[in-house]
Nanobody, 124 residues
Framework: QVQLVESGGGLVRPGGSLRLSCVTS????????MGWFRQAPGKEREYVAA??????????ADDVKGRFFISRVNTLTENTVYLQINSLKPDDTAIYYC???????????????WGQGTQVTVSS
């Protein structure tokens, strides 16, 4: 079993930035592709970005390219995936979820493990 814990959400003004973190534990996770999804109020959950374990191949949803940046650190003592979000817009308001997959980065891959989410609110 893999546990995922997100953090870093909060209230931010339009144009601001946030860095979300997702710490993984429970099993060696270096082989997992790690992804970020978000769910806005009244909407379905949508794919944001993902990064593979070995080659660090990255995938982004079209509407976040250039503003969202995914990265990860996998060491003996740290297994964390980050999502840097710049130029935040009110439409970015959502709960952001971290997820783990044994497949390639992308929205169609099955994600087997999920975190509880972290709230991001963009408002002036």
């Amino acid at each position: 079993q893999v546990q995922l814990v997100e953090s870093g959400g909060g209230l931010v003004r339009p144009g601001g930035s946030l860095r979300l973190s997702c710490v993984t534990s429970g099993r060696p996770d270096r082989r997992y592709t790690m992804g970020w999804f978000r769910q806005a109020p009244g909407k379905e959950r949508e794919y944001v970005a993902a990064i593979s374990a070995g080659t660090l191949t990255k995938s982004y949803a079209d509407d976040v390219k250039g503003r969202f940046f995914i990265s990860r650190v996998n060491t003996l003592t740290e297994n964390t995936v980050y999502l840097q979000i710049n130029s935040l817009k009110p439409d970015d308001t959502a709960i952001y979820y971290c997820a783990a997959s044994t497949s390639v980065p992308g929205p169609q891959s099955p994600y087997d493990y999920w975190g509880q989410g972290t709230q991001v609110t963009v408002s002036s």
